[in-house]
RNA sequence: UGUUCCUUGGUGUAAUGGUAGCACAUCAGUUUCUGGCACUGCUUGUCAGGGUUCGAAUCCUUGAGGAACAACCA
């Protein structure tokens, strides 16, 4: 029976909290568990931070901890207070909300503290070798590294030596304070790792001028969760050689059986776009995005202004990337059928035209005009109906009308008829063309007695093509800004031998005019629509009554441009 | 020729010694006043060899392939 139960609490958990679930019956660190999720205030938080977000937020959720925010900011040179609001404001997006907000720079003077005491305890020593020298003498992952030759000083001058770090005495590059561990472990984060430098050239955001000298990653994460208590320190595969030393450095000074686990798992990659925080700063930087924020980047901010919602990420990594220890590559595809999933339950149906041409009912009284009904979402019983002027010209997509249509083409083309949707049946009798030979208008007659819902048999004739149109007359303009993704090939960040610049989509943005019907006069920002039968398009913050922007988040599955593609 | 980790359909992920399943993608249908949604069906998989076992994707072993590590970055 026990046994039993066991087996279906482990159901459905992966690796990690299958581990997190043993630590708590175990009754390891009290019962206790807390978790933090540390971002580096130095860019903006994407898709693969989601990932991270949802595992340390949803662990302390799951098994009743809590979970902090705590800004790992030891490197001012790269650091900064804009970046810190805009991760704040995206975890919260993201539906999350932290215990407390810690900053790895609240533990400065804690980290110095022991950094004496491991310089007392004959643990660590001031090196004033350049950096090169250092690098060589590290060897490599095959061959062994040397000792420093100022290794062996006495715990005196060290101290005395890491003081005139502190006090500004020493110029930058100079010296740094490294743990004297073994420089022939295999573990290259063994030999005598840098545990603090000198920072003189630039303020810390938050503690000023006061430090010259910071901790390194190594000293201060670990330590960092020491001090705050924290039971499992999730983060991704990359840190999982310095795991050895992130126990060490803890094992040396901790004073009671607690300690932080920290484990490992897989980050995120997506097809056709990057990841780096470095090749995002680029992208902004080099303006081959409109900023942070440009609907084609993934960051969080990018796919919020792109019209993704928190529910369809977290849908993303939980139910469909998972968490493991394999390194794939995970198909842009899978993001956007989470999106559409999650739209196609909550957006409204509207008719927006993106490359219109005009439609001429021939037999529609010149003047006329009239109100239709339509369905506002058919997936929400609650949705309701909204009304839609209708009269003799309409705009219609250029796609749906080919003057000369192969097989299986149920759209308008001379002698075949269709739905305008929520309104008529029409019957196309040709068009006009320019000089060139471009289709300028398109004609049909309209069946008087086929009007949508009026229940004649003439309205209930069963017709293949359904089409959507926005009346000429009662039409509003708006751009609609159509995205593609931003690079042509699936994984530019695993390209070594071609440019970045080659590897981008010429094509990733698109802007058209459009007209879309009068009910979107009032559309507010980051409002969700479908625009039937093309795709799922939100409207962008930029948008102002009078001058509409839509964005195209994704488009609807085309399973007529498969066979036309044929 | 070091250390650590990884390898299940095209892609990603389940199966925790006992029926290899799911999602996305693909293909073929049904349905439809969205060529959407929904529904049905097809195809495709345990990296290789050896061992343990009544039974192995799972445990052991050898090999192959891949990844991370040589920043005064995190």
Redesign the pocket.
């Known amino acids: 029976m026990d046994e039993k139960k066991e087996?279906n609490e482990?159901?459905?958990?992966?690796?990690i909290e299958?581990e997190v679930a043993k630590d708590l019956e175990e009754g390891r660190n009290n019962g206790r568990i807390q978790t933090r999720f540390?971002?580096?205030p130095?860019g903006y938080l994407h898709i693969g931070h989601a990932k991270a977000i949802c595992m340390d937020f949803g662990i302390a959720k799951k098994f009743n901890g809590t979970c902090n925010l705590r800004f790992?900011?030891?490197?001012p040179?790269?650091e900064d207070v804009e970046y810190v609001d805009s991760i704040k404001e995206d975890i919260q997006w993201l539906g999350y909300q932290w215990q407390n907000v810690y900053y790895?720079s609240d533990y400065f003077q804690q980290l110095y503290d022991l950094a004496i005491r491991f310089i007392k305890e004959g643990k660590a020593y001031v090196?004033?070798?350049?950096?090169e020298?250092?690098?060589a003498q590290?060897?490599?992952?095959?061959v062994p590294g040397t000792n420093s030759p100022y290794r062996d000083r006495s715990v005196e001058e060290n101290l005395k030596l890491f003081q005139d770090m502190t006090d500004g005495k020493v110029e930058?590059?100079?010296?740094?304070l490294r743990a004297k561990i073994d420089m022939a472990s295999?573990?290259?984060?063994f030999?005598d790792p840098?545990m603090y430098?000198?920072?003189t050239t630039h303020p810390h955001h938050r503690t000023g001028w006061k430090w010259k000298v910071?901790?390194?990653?190594?000293f201060?994460?670990g330590q960092s969760d020491y001090f705050e208590g924290v039971t499992h320190s999730l983060c991704t595969?990359?840190?999982?050689?310095?795991?050895?030393l992130y126990d060490w450095f803890i094992d040396q000074f901790a004073d009671s059986d607690y300690r932080p686990k920290q484990r490992?798992f897989?980050r995120l990659n997506l097809?056709y776009t990057v990841m780096s925080k470095?090749k995002m700063l680029q992208l902004v930087k080099e303006g081959l995005v409109r900023g942070w924020d440009d609907p084609r980047m993934p960051t969080i901010c990018g796919l919020r202004r792109r019209g993704y919602t928190p529910e369809s990420i977290h849908d993303f990594v939980y139910?469909?990337?998972?968490?493991?220890?394999?390194?794939?590559?995970?198909?842009m595809?899978?993001l956007?059928?989470c999106i559409?999933?999650d739209l196609?339950k909550r957006a409204n149906?509207v008719c927006g035209v993106v490359n219109p041409v005009k439609l001429v009912l021939t037999n529609y009284p010149d003047n006329q005009e009239e109100t239709v009904q339509?369905?506002n979402?058919?997936?929400d019983e609650n949705a309701g109906m909204r009304d839609v002027p209708f009269s003799k010209e309409c705009w219609i997509e250029r796609d749906d009308f080919m003057e000369e249509a192969p097989k299986?083409?149920?759209?308008l083309t001379p002698g075949n008829e269709v739905?305008?949707?929520?309104?008529y049946i029409v019957k196309c009798t040709g068009c006009k063309k320019d000089e060139n030979g471009n289709v300028v208008e398109v004609y049909a007659e309209y069946d008087p007695l086929?009007?949508?819902?009026?229940g004649t048999p003439e309205?209930?004739r069963?017709?293949?093509?359904?089409?959507?149109w926005v009346s000429v007359k009662h039409a509003l303009e708006a751009e609609v800004r159509l995205y593609d993704r931003l690079f042509s090939c699936e994984n530019p960040g695993?390209d070594k031998e071609r440019d970045f610049h080659e590897m981008l989509n010429p094509d990733s943005l698109k802007i058209v005019k459009a007209y879309v019907e009068p009910s979107l006069a009032n559309a507010k920002a980051l409002d969700h629509y479908?625009f039937?039968?093309?795709g799922y398009f939100n409207v962008d913050p930029d948008s102002k009554p009078g001058a509409l922007v839509f964005n195209r988040t994704v488009g609807?599955?085309?399973?007529?441009?498969?066979?036309a593609n044929?």
Do not use: C
Request: no cysteine.
């Open positions: 087996e482990v159901q459905g958990l992966n690796f299958a540390p971002p580096e130095n790992d900011d030891t490197n040179v790269k790895a090196d004033e070798q350049s950096a020298q250092i690098a590290k060897g490599s992952p095959t930058d590059g100079k010296m740094v295999p573990n290259m984060h030999r840098i430098r000198i920072i910071y901790p390194m990653y190594d201060a994460h595969l990359e840190f999982e050689v310095h795991r050895p490992e897989n097809t470095r139910n469909k990337i998972g968490f493991t220890k394999y390194v794939g590559l995970i198909d595809s899978v956007e059928s559409r999933e196609n149906r339509m369905e979402n058919q997936e299986k083409y149920f759209r739905r305008l949707k929520g309104a086929s009007k949508s819902g009026s309205s209930n069963k017709i293949k093509g359904t089409i959507h695993e479908q039937q039968r093309i609807l599955k085309d399973s007529w441009a498969k066979i044929k």
